[in-house]
């Protein structure tokens, strides 16, 4: 037997989950706190800068998703398999 603490397959998951849900409340609500400021200081009230930038926050969270989840799709990104030891 491995004397080595692995880790289940479904609490990795949960922590890809849990941290992917943070940076989508996180950078989403920045976005929309930005969008926001610059609509009354800048803007003369319109509503599309906090679109923009409520967008924008989305499309960072989302982009930070695709790399938790998919890891491989980062370019430069080498993965090797281990050999097995008998």
Same mark, same amino acid.
């Given at each position: 037997? /491995?004397?080595?603490?692995?880790?289940? %397959?479904?609490?990795?998951?949960?922590?890809?989950?849990?941290?992917?849900? %943070?940076? $989508?409340?996180?950078?989403? =609500? *920045?976005? *929309? %706190?930005?969008?926001?400021?610059?609509?009354? *200081? *800048?803007?003369?009230?319109? /509503?599309?800068?906090?679109?923009?930038? =409520? =967008?924008?926050?989305?499309?960072?969270?989302?982009?930070?998703?695709?790399?938790? $989840?998919?890891? /491989?799709?980062?370019? =430069?990104?080498? $993965?090797?398999?281990?050999?097995?030891?008998?």
């Amino acid at each position: 037997m /491995s004397t080595e603490n692995k880790i289940p %397959s479904e609490d990795i998951l949960a922590q890809k989950w849990d941290r992917t849900l %943070s940076n $989508f409340v996180v950078k989403t =609500g *920045l976005g *929309l %706190s930005v969008g926001i400021v610059a609509s009354a *200081l *800048l803007f003369k009230k319109r /509503s599309w800068p906090i679109a923009v930038a =409520g =967008g924008w926050g989305f499309g960072v969270a989302y982009a930070d998703a695709q790399r938790i $989840f998919h890891p /491989s799709n980062i370019p =430069g990104a080498k $993965f090797e398999k281990e050999k097995p030891t008998a």
